[in-house]
T-cell receptor, first 115, second 114 residues
Framework: DAKTTQPTSMDCAEGRAANLPCNHS???????VYWYRQIHSQGPQYIIH???NNETNEMASLIITEDRKSSTLILPHATLRDTAVYYC????????????????FGQGTILTVHP | DTGVSQDPRHKITKRGQNVTFRCDPI?????LYWYRQTLGQGPEFLTY????????KSRLLSDRFSAERPKGSFSTLEIQRTEQGDSAMYLC????????????FGEGSRLTVL
């Protein structure tokens, strides 16, 4: 799986959008971008994933550049409960749509949301 | 609660003792994973099961570690002759067979080896 690079930490004001960048310049054509977060003392939580199109769900939006070498996770209206470590992960999907599920976590970005 | 549950949540043991952790995945999930997380690091993959078959083990999983999923439901992770370096959070996750890589994690079992 391709390696990712994320900033070590970021701050965001409550109610503002949090934009978390991720570089994955060695990504291959069959590799998806996944985002997970881990709130203190809890297990990681899936947020969103995408291949090349932008994606949105109830938690966040994922913007992937056209060359797929970087992406941005957007939390549109950050709250104090969004304070967590955010992991950007690139993983390959196997042919036929089945997935292995093994994730390679880096150190992630510590997002701190301030009042 | 229908999420992934792990037991115990915390375990303190002396070096050389054996410990066992249990994971109960989401009931319809075929796949079950064990990860380990040390302070300040992201989780690291240890092993995974598809139903009762253990299909991959990381080289992090030394001979002192053994995992089972006897009936394709709950799983146990046993560490024999614990060492201080085994101190970590042990995370269990489960997913559907044909899931899109969305893993559901439990809250983990924290091991402290004195």
């Amino acid at each position: 799986d391709a390696k990712t690079t994320q900033p070590t930490s970021m701050d965001c004001a409550e109610g503002r959008a949090a934009n978390l960048p991720c570089n994955h310049s060695t990504i291959s054509g069959n590799e998806y971008v996944y985002w997970y977060r881990q709130i203190h003392s809890q297990g990681p939580q899936y947020i969103i994933h995408g291949l090349k199109n932008n994606e949105t769900n109830e938690m966040a939006s994922l913007i992937i550049t056209e060359d797929r070498k970087s992406s941005t996770l957007i939390l549109p209206h950050a709250t104090l409960r969004d304070t967590a470590v955010y992991y950007c992960i690139v993983r390959v999907e196997h042919a036929g749509g089945t997935s292995y599920g093994k994730l390679t976590f880096g150190q992630g970005t510590i997002l701190t949301v301030h009042p | 609660d229908t999420g992934v549950s792990q037991d115990p949540r915390h375990k303190i043991t002396k070096r050389g003792q054996n410990v066992t952790f249990r994971c109960d995945p989401i009931s319809e999930h075929n796949r079950l994973y064990w990860y380990r997380q040390t302070l300040g690091q992201g989780p690291e993959f240890l092993t995974y099961f598809q139903n009762e078959a253990q299909l991959e083990k990381s080289r992090l999983l030394s001979d002192r570690f053994s995992a089972e999923r006897p009936k394709g439901s709950f799983s146990t992770l046993e560490i024999q002759r614990t060492e201080q370096g085994d101190s970590a959070m042990y995370l269990c996750a489960s997913s559907l067979l044909a899931g899109a890589g969305e893993l559901f994690f439990g809250e983990g079992s924290r091991l402290t080896v004195l």
